[in-house]
Each structure stands twice: as structure tokens, then as C-alpha cells.
């Protein structure tokens, strides 16, 4: 068994998104730094928010932390080439996502800053809870877990 170590976790905060076709959701942005050594090799692994699309919907990122980069030796490498490489190194970095603590994406755990977007109240800054957002006549700037 392979055991990664955390280098390094930032959170540069929260966004909500309303997709079109989809319940409302907070997406965590942030990334993961990990690393270990195999056979005397150094491997990173960076997991960031954000960098797929759910169902082709550019207005909908995923959720998820997902692998965004790979560093084996200091070179850049693919999913694809730890696979056919070290099938067992390859396994390790897929289930390093599952390895972290899952952050709130309900709304309800939020409350939301947002500003005014028409003319009787432009820009007017707000906090409010979820179930009294107005998306109408206000804008999300950010958000943050209550």
C-alpha cells in the first residue's frame, strides 16, 4: 500500500452555482498537495475543484476535487502513463479524492453576500441565509459556511 503525504491545502473560498438544469450547490475551491516516494522516485499529486464540466455544462464545474497535475521525478506526467507505469501507483493517486474530508455542498449550510443588481437597490451589499436569497435583484458575490 502506497501512503501519500499532505503537503500542502489552501481554500480560496466558496461559490455557489444555480445550473440551469440541476439543484443549487456551494463548490469548495481549493487544492491538495500530496506526495511519496517510489523506488527512490519523489511523486506529487495536485487535486483542485473545478477543472471538469458535469454533463458537457460549462455553467455546471464539478464539484469534486480531481487530479489536476502529476509530477514523477520533477517531469510532468499523465494519469495514462502512471497507469501503464505502476498500475499500483496509478490506483493510489485515483483513490486520493475519496481519501478527503468531503466539504458541505448544501446551500443551506451557507449564508451568501451579494449585491444589488437592479436600479432601486445597485449596489447594495447583503448577507443573507439561502432561503432568502433573491437571485432576481441580487447577485452572489461569495459565501460562507455558517
Excluded at 9 to 33: C, K, M, T, W
Excluded at 76 to 93: G, K, N, Q, R, W
Aim: overall charge negative.
Amino acid at each position: 500500500m502506497i501512503k501519500f503525504n499532505q503537503d500542502q491545502f489552501e481554500n480560496f473560498g466558496y461559490e455557489f452555482h444555480s445550473p440551469q438544469f440541476a439543484s443549487d450547490y456551494v463548490r469548495e475551491n481549493g487544492l491538495y498537495i500530496f506526495s511519496t516516494v517510489r523506488d527512490g522516485i519523489k511523486v506529487e499529486v495536485k487535486l483542485s475543484t473545478g477543472n471538469n464540466y458535469c454533463m458537457n455544462d460549462y455553467a455546471f464545474p464539478n464539484p469534486n476535487y480531481e487530479v489536476e497535475w502529476i509530477k514523477y521525478d520533477g517531469q510532468d506526467v499523465s494519469l495514462d502513463y502512471v497507469e501503464e507505469d505502476d498500475f499500483e501507483l496509478y490506483e493510489a493517486i485515483c483513490d486520493l479524492p475519496c481519501s478527503l474530508m468531503p466539504y458541505s455542498q448544501a446551500v443551506e449550510d451557507y449564508t451568501f453576500n451579494c449585491v444589488g443588481r437592479q436600479e432601486d437597490n445597485f449596489g447594495d451589499n447583503i448577507t443573507v441565509e439561502y432561503n432568502d436569497l433573491d437571485l432576481r435583484n441580487y447577485t452572489v458575490v461569495d459565501c460562507n459556511l455558517k
